[in-house]
């Protein structure tokens, strides 16, 4: 794991980023009973702040949220955070939105709901250097 992937000594930094207060409750409670660092945004600006003070291994990013688009998100992520990783989540968005993320870079999508087990695996997986 390179540096950009540590909070603290040993911890792994993942950004939350969805508008549903349950499934950002779910995913930080989840991930941080296993080992990881968790911060959580309810929106997309607020992501991009948080994203410009820290360093995030990875961030999960809910594809269908009020606010900015889809593309101003990524794209103001990766400008924060060049090589950042970005797993998509969706509850049913549609293949163009799901299209554009892809196309920008990011990952996924991982479909909700989705069981916690099958998340960490693909953290983990992706923290390890994976691009699944």
């Known amino acids: 794991m390179d ?37 959580a945004a309810a929106e997309r600006t607020s992501a991009l702040d948080l994203a410009a003070k820290g360093r995030y291994a990875l961030v999960l990013l809910d594809l269908q949220m009020p606010g900015l688009s889809l593309s101003q998100t990524i794209i103001g992520l990766q400008a924060t955070q060049p090589g950042i990783t970005i797993l998509l989540m969706t509850g049913g968005a549609p293949n163009s939105l799901i299209a554009e993320g892809l196309g920008l870079g990011a990952l996924g999508p991982l479909a909700k709901p989705f069981r916690l087990e099958e998340l960490k695996d693909r953290i983990v997986g992706l923290l390890n250097g994976g691009d699944t």
């Open 3 to 39: 540096d950009r992937m540590r909070s603290g000594p040993e911890r792994p930094l993942i950004l939350v980023i969805d508008d549903e207060p349950g499934i950002r409750h779910f995913i930080t409670r989840g991930l941080e009973s296993h080992g990881l660092a968790v911060h």
